[in-house]
């Protein structure tokens, strides 16, 4: 008992072996619902030609894809695997489901941080702009902006900028085949700017508001008003000071929108022919290829906890308060 | 996306409700909120008795992709079905989704949150593990997941909803329940010998209802963006059941040939989010000590 | 100082705007200059890669698994059969150049082609024929095709160019059946696992490469054994939404897809697109199983038939885009509409139906359907329910999604299916496995008697096409007299096409070889 008291309250231990639990957890869960869903590889392979399946030749195909085994065999095989670095494999893609990610995550790794960079891009100034005077016509249209883009479902946004540019300007960089930017820098930087528009443009919002109330709140400290009081310009007061110290809870705001773009992206992803992890997923999804959901799904958890185990530490090294607890 | 509301729950308890009216209304966003939300709920209505110009799900292959006109105020669809009655039952059935995942949302994750951190121990650990894991997944891949697991209909899609969204009010709760215990009247009800049970309801609650109300509204909003997204995905309710993602969907491939057919359930739904969202935002600054002086 | 500062602001915002001024103005640029799109060299008709849109791609390369149209229309491509279809599905010459049937029908002489080659270089005889035949009967290989062979008892390779196939039962549907791509000649060296990864085919193409995901492409077979491909290769390029593909298709990148959705067909169209129309094989229907509930009385079936008008639901449901069939579609055998005891709705006969059924107050009658399959699904079934519902009869509908359909359909859990089910050229391979005692899709299609066993096993034994037209009538009108199932309708498969594709002939049973004719420029 003394030995799992010590454990709870180790400053480092406790995180990680909660952030473990969480993981099981998740694995848990996904083997769980993915099975509770109707129908399996076979079917969703042949379909209603499955019907026409005769019990040796069904018993062959479950063989086949390791559904013969029992769930809890299948649970730990597929776990176990894990650890030898074997995240199961796709027989569709005839990949290894490690080899797919490999090369779908970095595509929607590229389109967040590019929907994030152009989200700041909008946000900040947005943000600053409200906050230069509150409650004034240039507050509400930047607050008008951040609501539109909060507002504005994404797929909506991606159907009708792709339908009006393909259209009239004949701007479809989507319709080539994709290029990873290894492969063709500019062709690839094309094919992220629209979907990376209109992610950022829906991310834009709370960006803008933290900065907003951020600025705010700063510009009211003490620090500030002695640099006024000192004849520091408002241009550098605006970005040396104010700018700096609102950063923190932007930086917050931004890891927040980061996990949220992980999975969100599917629909866009679709949309523009992006192949990302969210399209890997859902395919995964719609084909029942099991291993492949899972493992994916695991490994986007294990991210977003790796994530917040990480700032959780930092934390608590960084602040005395939270040592404290 | 998912914004957790921050405002500071102690000084709130003394705010009467006709108070808190009455800030509402003089914040600008507040009232624009309210006035569209207010438009739309007239529709629901409409839509739920029946009160529509046309039934939303009768065809009339005759019809077929007319313009809007005075007889067709949004024009029809490819099935000569009229777009505006068909907007209105879609604001219905996507209103009720999201009505009922938020409350259901609500009410479990209120009452774990509130456990857990009054309680703490064991019920906490428990209501922790889950949060954490179910906050793990990417939130639209476990909707959709969790929506194809039962058999397709607006109630199972509104539990699917609510389930990702039980981990958000757990946090937003549980924090503010853990500081509230420290507060001294707590503890004096506490070793006074008053029931636990009691003292949630008489003290802690009333006292989180403020972050609640903030916290309801923004996630109707994205309960409905949620279901338009999953409809979108052709994992929604299952047509012929009017619904705005649905209707967005199916409209794809008409916008050269009919584009009313898109920009009518868009703008609507549209109109619908920027609703909720200003009336959060107007509860926000009406509830908000920090605002209040501003506005 | 600050003015230092704010024009190193203004030179940074500067260079930037440029950049994506110019990252935006060179995406404008007309298409030749995107790669992998079309690019006409030399004489017209000469080479260039043509770009297919499709929804998704194969989820497997291995072609006796094959179900997904995906899948099938790119291994079409890539192997080859003993027989094939022409543009008007009459079987032809494949791999076997000629073949003779022996006069009491049980055993069929193929004479193979020479000097055929797999991509390996292997050659092809009777050998791979006789394996591959062999194979697709064996349980243990899964193969789709396995019970089309069910008459087969033996093959001999009884030369490298000759293959005897020993039949238990004269079998006039064996031909065609041999000729759809779940048949394909694999090379007596090859393992399904191999194949997954590189296909061995005779086909006029040869895979190039697969980006899984993104895009597969083909190549011109050069030891292809007819004429070689116009083109130089192929590529199916993955754009998972269907208004994408009209997008990208107006902007040149894709130059060519198929369709099924009219809608989709009109807006692409509207947007200048060549768009050619296609009816198909396959055929919309409402099943019946006649083993459960309210259904097993024919009376409450001819009920239903004389219910509906089916003109009506293909108005409502597709546009009135398909025509109006009977039970068998394959062109050489289509049955008369008309020919069925209500071919137009007459409410009053139906209601004496149900009256001889005993239920003069209606019946409820649980039905399944699809979402997301097809386009139509749903809203056929909501037109029937409309129509049925005024003869008092209740269609309690069920709208399952597709792995949920599936497995119910399969289990024939179900005491009606609004269904879209696959046609074949040959009638009994379309219809012998669901409507025979013994065959397998007998539990899904509820229904089975007597006669109908005598008059499909009458339909095998002979090769005389006016004695088989004359059988497969009078099966179809048993199929209709009883109101086995509610035949309604048959659709369109619509091919789009950019202005500079040119020689390719859409085919009834929605398959893509003719893209070994076609050109671009």
Redesign the interface.
Known sequence: MNLVRAVASHRVLRPVISALGTLLGVAVFVFVMLRA???NQI????????????P???A??EA?YGLDKPLVTQFFNWLGNIFTGNLGF??????SVLE?TA??LPVTLELAVFSIVLALLIGIPLGMLSASRPDSPRDAFGQAVGLMGLSIPSFLLA?AL??IL??T???????????YFSE?P??N??QM?LPSLVLGFGIAAPIMRTTRTAVLEVRGQDFIRTARAKGV?P??LQVRHVLKNALVPIVTMTGLQFGYLLGGAVVVE????L?GIG??VL?GIQ??EYALVQSTVLLIALAFVVVNLLTDLLYRIIDPRVRAE | MTEISESAPASLAGVQSGQRLRLLLKSRSGVAGLILVGLLAILCVLAAFGLLPYDP?A?A?QQ?LLPPSAAHWFGTD??GRDVFSRVAAGVASSALIAVVAVAFATVVGTLAGVSAGFFRGVSDAVVSGVTNVLFAFPPLLLALSLA?VF??NWFTIAVAIAIVYVPIFIRVTRGPVLSLREIDFVRAAVSSGQRRAAIMFRHVLPNITSILIVQVTLSLSWAVLTEASLSFL??GT???APSLGSMIY?A??????APWTMVAPGVIVVLFVVGLNLLGDGLRDSLDPRNRGRK | M?AGR?ARRGTAVAVGLSLAGA??L???A??AT????AAPSGAAGAGGTLVVGVT??P???FPW?A??FQAVNVLQNIYGTLTEFDKDLNVVPGLAESWDTSSDGLTLTLHLRKGVTFDDGSAFDSADVKFSLDKIKE??????A??SLASVKSVDATDPETVTVHLSAPDAGLLANLGVVNMAMLSSDDTEAAL??TPNGTGPFTLKER?????LSLVRNDAYWGDKTKLDGV?F????????I?????????QFAVFD?P??A??AA??GLAVAKTPQLSYHVLQLNARKGPLTDVNVRLAMQCAIDRQQVL??AA??EGEITGPITSPAFRSDPNSRPCPTRDLTKAAEYLAKAGKPDGVTIKTIVS???YSTS??EA??LKAQLAEAKITLDL???????Y??R??GADFEAAV?L?GGRPDPDGAYS?YFTSTG??N??AGYSSPELDKLFAEGRQTSDLAKRKEIYTQISNNLEDNAVWIWMFTSYTYTATTSNVTGFTPMANSSLQYLRETAIG
């Open positions: 869903i109707p129908g079917t969703a392979g042949l379909g209603t030609e499955a019907a026409a399946l005769t040796a030749q069904q062959a195909l086949y796709s027989s569709r893609a005839q990949q797919l090369q779908s159907t792709l339908a393909s259209a300007v004949r701007f479809n960089p989507n319709g080539q085949a994709f290029a063709d500019l062709l930087l094309q700017l310009g241009r550098r679709q949309i523009f022919s192949p399209r890997q395919l084909q029942k | 799900l065809q292959p077929r490819q099935f194809s058999d397709r052709g994992l299952p047509p012929p199916e794809r491939t008409l916008v050269y040939i | 600050i704010r990252l935006v060179s995406g404008c007309p298409a995107s790669t992998g799109s998704s791609e989820d497997t390369l698994k179900t997904q349980e243990a290989t899964a193969a789709v396995a019970a997954n990864t980006k899984a995901n993104q895009s590529e390029r993955v754009i998972p939404d269907e208004s994408s009209v997008s990208a298709m107006q902007s040149g990148n894709v959705d809608l989709v009109q807006t509207a947007a108005d409502t546009a009135g979402q997301g399959e749903v809203n909501q037109n069920d709208v399952l999604e597709s792995g949920a599936v497995d359909w399969i269904a089910n496995r397998n899709l539990k899904v």
